[in-house]
């Protein structure tokens, strides 16, 4: 069962730009987390926003949070081409539990 | 160091031959998880286990078994692989499960299936 759907698919920028990325849910949560995954390796957890957060910052990452909408977003600010990866957001009300979205593929180019 | 250990990393194998990928974790965690990740569906569960001897089926269990003898390791076996599981496979584990928390992934396994 698929909860999260990132958009868009992929994206493409410059190094020093900004990357927005987003993902909708279908379901209540109560709580949502991004995640990394470099080419064809492990995730790696990014970030962990409550229900009743509208926004968290993690150096230069920052998620927010609209319930109401049932979407986050995950904003990398001044890119750099190491950040280039897919990231997921995951749902759930526990680990067992937590659902991934299909990802977004996002390139920083130098 | 905390991890997630998988093996083997990569795996070719013919239909029907049994397989075994091990997942061990040092972090005493008492949840683990398995996923497949196929291009375009994202990471799919397959089964997960809430500790020794406690373990449940997720959303696409079909064709694989696992078990959890011990709290560190959590293998998957594939009793009679085909082709239709090839794959990148997931081993996960995590401190909490009642409550959401951080999940700690190994590095895959790319099983490929002929």
């Known amino acids: 069962s698929q909860q999260g759907e990132e958009d868009p698919q992929a994206l493409s920028i410059q190094e020093g730009e900004n990357a927005t990325m987003n993902c909708s849910y279908k379901?209540?949560?109560?709580?949502l987390q991004w995640y990394r995954q470099n080419s064809g390796r492990g995730l790696v957890h990014l970030i962990l926003?409550?229900?009743?957060?509208r926004e968290k910052h993690s150096g230069r990452l920052r998620v927010t949070l609209d319930t109401s909408k049932k979407s986050s977003s995950l904003l990398i600010t001044a890119s750099r081409a190491a950040d280039t990866a897919s990231y997921f957001c995951?749902?759930?009300?526990?680990?067992?539990?937590?659902?991934f979205g299909t990802g977004t593929r996002l390139l920083v180019s130098p | 160091e905390a991890q997630v250990t998988q093996n083997p990393r990569y795996l070719i194998t013919v239909t029907g031959k049994k397989l075994t990928v091990t997942c061990s974790q040092n972090?005493?965690?008492?949840?683990m998880s398995w996923y497949r990740q196929d291009p375009g569906l994202g990471l799919r569960q397959i089964y997960y286990?809430?500790?020794?001897?406690?373990?449940d089926k997720g959303d696409v269990p079909e064709g694989y078994k696992v078990s959890r003898k011990e709290k560190r390791n959590f293998p998957l076996i594939l009793e009679s692989p085909s082709p239709n599981q090839t794959s990148l496979y997931f081993c996960?584990?995590?401190?909490?499960?009642?409550?959401?928390?951080?999940?700690?992934f190994g590095q895959g396994t790319r099983l490929t299936v002929v």
């Open positions: 996960a584990s995590s401190p909490q499960g009642d409550r959401a928390s951080e999940a700690f």
């Open positions: 379901t209540s949560i109560n709580n």
């Open positions: 926003i409550r229900s009743n957060e």
């Open positions: 995951a749902t759930g009300r526990s680990f067992q539990k937590l659902v």
């Open positions: 972090m005493n965690h008492e949840y």
């Open positions: 286990s809430m500790n020794v001897e406690v373990t």
